[in-house]
T-cell receptor, first 114, second 108 residues
């Protein structure tokens, strides 16, 4: 069974640009959640999607957005990039809702903002 | 952002030694998860705990869900070099909150 797949694995952007990251959950998993990981703040919850609906959102500015498609694949977008957005962005999937099961993580997308 | 208190922050141990780390919170959680993360990779789930007092093992790893539901610990017995990595706890309410991580280095 394939794991959670995130693309791209690495990317470099400049301030002011926008970026879109993609996540394909484990087959059959319907919930996708996104996390930002930085050395200073650790793993921070961004948002969670289930059946194409955003269920929960973390404390991030509106520049961070996401969506989920009918096949459970998810994308997150960050607009007007800032230097502080440099981080490893992790996607995790669960069979049902994220508050009822275990999170299975992808390998992450490492974003560097110059 | 919110993080759980995890200790120790880092540790060097000799191969063969046992390791213990724990997470504490002021909040009550319904689930505790323990993850290991290696450089350049995403966290890998080690153990999941769902009930207060629950003690669960996975090979050389043993974890417990604290009776107060505010803490959890992870033990690694007879450590080996491949145990090197960062270990995270995660506690769940309506979302998961992660610990600050314990960086483990094993000296052969």
């Amino acid at each position: 069974k394939a794991g959670v797949t995130q693309t791209p694995r690495y990317l470099i952007k400049t301030r002011g640009q926008q970026v879109t990251l993609s996540c394909s959950p484990i087959s059959g998993h319907r919930s996708v959640s996104w996390y930002q990981q930085t050395p200073g703040q650790g793993l921070q919850f961004l948002f969670e999607y289930f059946s194409e609906t955003q269920r929960n959102k973390g404390n991030f500015p509106g520049r961070f957005s996401g969506r989920q498609f009918s096949n459970s694949r998810s994308e997150m977008n960050v607009s007007t990039l800032e230097l502080g957005d440099s981080a490893l962005y992790l996607c995790a999937s669960t069979p049902g809702l994220a508050d009822t099961g275990e999170l299975f993580f992808g390998e992450g997308s490492r974003l560097t903002v110059l | 952002g919110q993080q759980l208190n995890q200790s120790p922050q880092s540790m060097f141990i000799q191969e063969g030694e046992d390791v213990s780390m724990n997470c504490t919170s002021s909040s009550i959680f319904n689930t505790w998860l323990w993850y290991k993360q290696e450089p350049g990779e995403g966290p890998v789930l080690l153990i999941a705990l769902y009930k207060a007092g629950e003690l669960t093992s996975n090979g050389r790893l043993t974890a417990q869900f604290g009776i107060t539901r505010k803490d959890s610990f992870l033990n690694i017995s007879a450590s080996i070099p491949s145990d090197v990595g960062i270990y995270f706890c995660a506690g769940r309410t309506y979302k998961y909150i992660f610990g600050t991580g314990t960086r483990l280095k094993v000296l052969a």
